[in-house]
């Protein structure tokens, strides 16, 4: 075999050896005073990853890059040893820093700043002068120039810096810098016009009142910001996206808002015909009927009904309507009908209406008046249920609304808390009252309704609901108590099935986000109710604390949201769970 051949043939091997990638199994820096070694080895971005020759110089190149933007702009990084293991398949780098003297910024000029402006912008950057020349501060402040242009009518506006001074002084023997900023506030922008895109039945003075803008209003950004969550606050449209803005050939600033409608008449039912058991019995209807009409003739006008057999004896039935923004004043007009019979105890019908004033889009307050009456089903047994009633309530109310979304919020609070007084007057029946029975009762009701809702991380929310109703009186009926349980306030027990003149419920809830409005959820709810002792009519004190834990799935439709939830009670076994099935109430 020729020496060529040989030659050949032992390259062809080498080249065939596989050889081990060398890993940075980590680094190592001395000389550092300002900076942690943790920051340092994050800067390099190298550790753990394979050895290669010229990584030293990536490695040295990064961590200069980072000391720059930090206003250290004469350091120098040097390599001081190399640490192979034993089989040289792992490699130790370790490195010498010296940062040197920062630059500081001495000197800060803002050019062309309108004199209006000139006050306001330059406070921000005068802050700049003695400080490092760092590069994020710098950016910050920048930003927070525009952010405030932003919000003063200048929405196009620029900033850039046409030149930067480096020097040494040698009188104090430190470096620095002097910056020259260029302000372009450009175009001072008013909203003169709202173009809507999107609502083929809202109305456009619906859509326009809601965002309470004025007639030729500065721009601001944020204020602009916040027009989604007004607009999802009208529960018409899917989730809205932040409006655009631009000037027309008019020379007129033109707000394009651009809407996509969604369901807003809502049917929720189901019926059903329970046969009689015997012939002394009749066979009766049971079920749910729930109609909700959320935006009547694209007005923002709402009506509602809803009818319910609970079983033989016992039925609700509650009629709605809400007129919104009075004669285009922010006032909103709503007035109720509801009416209960329960079992063969006693009739309660309620008539209300209110006043609500929208101090702003989150905040708003209302008064209300109503009449009551109760009456007793007269069962022929002589046996007493409930007084022949009637009553006249006053109340106020404070709500606060900040969620951005009503559906499925990703942040905010809501917070609701009314107080009412009525005048109660006892009637009848006459053979149950006593000489020392108290006629004219006065009852106060305090409620207080918090929710939370805060993004854990993306598509994950994290919800919180503190309820509480407390009923003071010297005198209280069946027909007075609070309910508590069911679907709306402690799942995995039935329906109104506990009663209180005190009652408190709190739902937790983790929700993971399927698509905007729809999401799954597993939650744990506490609820606790107090029935004081009434000796007269020798009912004891009723007192005790519940819990209730499960999933569901709330689901946006055609048809609305819809939720539903399999929930336990404490205590119970799977089989004893129950289903909690229905569309989310959207008046």
């Known amino acids: 075999m020729s020496v060529r051949i040989k030659l050949i043939t032992l390259i062809l091997i080498l080249v065939n050896i596989p050889s081990a990638a060398q890993v940075i199994s980590d680094i190592y820096f001395s000389g550092n005073k300002n900076f942690s070694r943790s920051q340092l080895v994050e800067w390099s971005g190298f550790s753990g990853a394979n050895y290669f020759p010229t990584i030293v110089d990536s490695i040295k190149s990064r961590i200069s890059g980072q000391l720059n933007a930090r206003g250290y702009l004469h350091s120098n990084i040097s390599v001081s040893n190399f640490n192979f293991n034993n089989d040289s398949s792992r490699v130790e780098l370790f490195f010498i820093i010296n940062e040197g003297e920062p ?148 020379n007129e600033g033109v707000l394009l808002i651009k809407v ?115 009456i007793p089903v007269d069962r022929g047994d002589n046996m007493f249920t409930v007084y022949n009633s009637s009553s006249f309530t006053t109340g106020l109310n404070l709500k606060i609304d900040t969620r951005d979304d009503p559906y499925a ?82 799942r995995g027990y039935r329906e109104d099935q506990f009663l209180g003149a005190r009652t408190f419920w709190s739902n937790l809830e983790y929700r993971f986000l399927l698509s905007r409005r729809t999401y799954a959820f597993v939650f744990f709810d506490t609820g606790y109710f107090l029935r004081p002792a009434d000796e007269e009519r020798k009912i004891l004190k009723q007192e005790d604390f519940k819990s209730g834990y499960g999933l569901g799935l709330n689901l946006e439709s055609g048809l609305g949201v819809l939720g539903v939830s399999f929930a336990l009670a404490e205590g119970d076994s799977f089989s004893e769970g129950k289903i909690h099935f229905g569309l989310i109430n959207e008046f």
Do not use: C
Request: charged residues 25%; glycine residues 6%.
């Open 409 to 490: 919020p990703l942040g905010g609070v809501y917070f609701i808390n009314s107080y009412s007084f009525s005048r109660k007057k006892i009637y009848g029946p006459a053979e149950f009252i006593l000489p020392e029975t108290e006629t004219n009762i006065n009852l106060q009701r305090i409620t207080l309704d918090i929710e939370i809702f805060y993004e854990l991380f993306q598509r994950q929310v994290v919800s919180l609901g503190l309820h509480g109703r407390e009923l003071r009186g010297s005198f209280l009926e069946v027909s007075d108590l609070y309910r508590l349980g069911g679907t709306n306030t402690l």
């Open 260 to 374: 996509k409608e969604k369901q807003t008449n809502n049917f929720d039912g189901i019926v059903g015909y329970i046969p009689a058991r015997n012939e002394n019995e009749k066979g009766y209807l049971t079920g749910l009927v729930n109609v909700s009409l959320r935006n009547l003739f694209g007005t923002g006008r709402a009506a509602a009904i809803r009818w319910q057999q609970f079983d033989r004896n016992s039925q609700e039935l509650e009629l709605r309507y809400l007129e919104p923004w009075m004669f285009d004043y922010p006032f909103n007009i709503s007035g109720g009908l509801f009416q209960r019979k329960q079992d063969t105890i006693y009739v309660q019908r309620n008539l209300e209406a209110s006043l609500e004033y929208l101090a702003s889009g989150s905040i708003s307050a209302g008064v209300s008046v109503s009449t009551e009456s109760v």
């Open 103 to 250: 630059s500081y910024i001495r000197l800060v000029k803002v050019e062309e700043a309108d004199s209006i402006l000139t006050e306001n912008i330059l406070h921000l950057f005068s802050y700049l002068e003695g400080k490092i020349f760092n590069k994020f501060l710098i950016e910050q402040t920048i930003n927070e120039a525009l952010n405030y242009l932003e919000n003063n009518a200048y929405p196009f506006a620029r900033m850039i810096i046409p030149s930067i001074y480096f020097y040494y002084d040698s009188l104090d023997e430190n470096y620095y810098a002097d910056i020259t900023f260029q302000l372009n506030p450009e175009v001072k922008s008013t909203i003169d016009r709202i173009e809507i895109e999107g609502n083929t039945s809202t109305k456009d003075y619906v859509i326009i009142r809601e965002l309470r803008l004025n007639a030729s209003e500065k721009y601001s950004q944020q204020q602009i910001n916040e027009l989604p969550e007004r607009l999802n606050r009208l529960r018409f449209f899917e989730p809205a996206s932040v409006p655009e803005f631009y000037i027309n050939s008019a």
